[in-house]
């Protein structure tokens, strides 16, 4: 816990509801390391935990940082998932292309990003000082921030330039999620002009909590799922179906089309709180679209051979 004295560890008090990091406490007058009540929070990341559930990330956040490198971490399909996430919770967002001394491309990394998320997309390196100023300015003091992305892509050493000084563990790059990650605990940094600075340890983009955020990252997908003939439709061989149209005249991108059946399989097979029947329906709805997705791959595998 941060305090204007200094960090130290508090208790919770058992009334309190539960804090994350960013959440604003007061103490108990006569207990100072006694946490009594956890004030209302402007905003709150939620992602999917791995057992299918929410899980609040971070609270009060002004502005998430999204970061990716630009080696081979950089992934558009993984910018769409966290783009769902951070509108999905209404945080604006900046992506911060790390490590942007390890490219060739960046002009080409950029745009990608912009593709996916607009203009808001800073590249970066700690290694030559570049870009660091534009994320010194963008975050503003008495706003918090906080560094999403992946194990090894650079945040703590981000935080350190920021810092000024060598106060987030920084470490190793690793090849998938189940290896060991340098920052282990969430940390909450003041920086030297008055922002706040949220460290978490890489986190995977995971998908979207609902069918209706789907559409955040896809809008392309939802208008023309709207212009289906039918509600149900699988966009296999139903009449009047938009999907299976657009992508004959090469006007869906079939990427994109097949990123947005992976999240919306996923969804369907998430344990989900609440409605069983909805889960169910949703599943079946999934299966067939899924069924119609691989049915297109096919499609287009022949039409690329022939
Ligand atoms: N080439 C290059 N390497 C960098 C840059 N920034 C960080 N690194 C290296 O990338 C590795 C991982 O950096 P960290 O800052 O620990 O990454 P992290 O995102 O905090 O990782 P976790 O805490 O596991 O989530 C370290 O070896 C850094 O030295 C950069 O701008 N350029
Ligand atoms: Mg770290
Ligand atoms: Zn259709």
Not at 22 to 50: F, I, Q, W
Not at 75 to 104: F, G, P
Not at 173 to 191: K, P, Q
């Amino acid at each position: 816990m941060a305090t204007p004295v200094g960090d130290f560890a508090a208790l919770a008090a058992p009334w309190l509801e539960p804090v994350v990091v960013g959440d604003r406490v007061d103490l108990e007058p006569n207990d100072p390391l006694l946490m009594v009540r956890r004030h209302a929070r402007t905003s709150a990341l939620v992602r999917r935990d791995p057992a299918g559930g929410p899980q609040t990330v971070a609270a009060n956040v002004d502005r998430a940082l999204v970061c990716m490198s630009c080696d081979g971490d950089f992934n558009v399909r993984r910018l769409e998932r966290w783009l769902i996430i951070v509108r999905e919770v209404q945080i604006d967002a900046t992506v911060l292309l790390t490590k942007s001394d390890r490219t060739d491309a960046l002009s080409a990394r950029v745009a990608e990003a912009a593709a996916v998320f607009g203009p808001d997309v800073l590249a970066v390196s700690v290694a030559t000082g570049h870009g660091v100023d534009a994320v010194r300015e963008l975050c503003v003091p008495e706003r918090t921030f906080v560094m999403l992305g992946s194990s090894g892509v650079g945040k703590s050493t981000l935080a350190n330039a920021l810092l000024g000084v060598e106060v987030a563990p920084t470490g190793g790059v690793r090849e998938d999620d189940r290896g060991r990650h340098t920052t282990t605990g969430r940390h909450l940094y003041a920086l030297p002009n008055g922002a706040f600075l949220i460290d978490n340890p890489g986190i995977r983009a995971v998908g979207p909590l609902s069918d209706a955020d789907l559409g955040i990252a896809y809008p392309e997908i939802d208008a023309l799922v709207e212009a289906c003939r039918y509600r149900d439709c699988a966009h296999e061989t139903e009449p009047g179906c938009a999907i299976v149209a657009a992508l004959r005249d090469g006007e869906l991108d079939p990427q994109r089309y097949d990123a947005w059946c992976r999240l919306g399989r996923e969804l369907a097979y998430e344990a989900r709180r609440g409605d069983r029947r909805a889960e169910a329906e949703a599943r079946q709805r999934w299966k067939r679209v899924h069924k119609a997705q691989r049915a297109h791959g096919r499609q287009r595998d022949r039409e690329r051979d022939s």
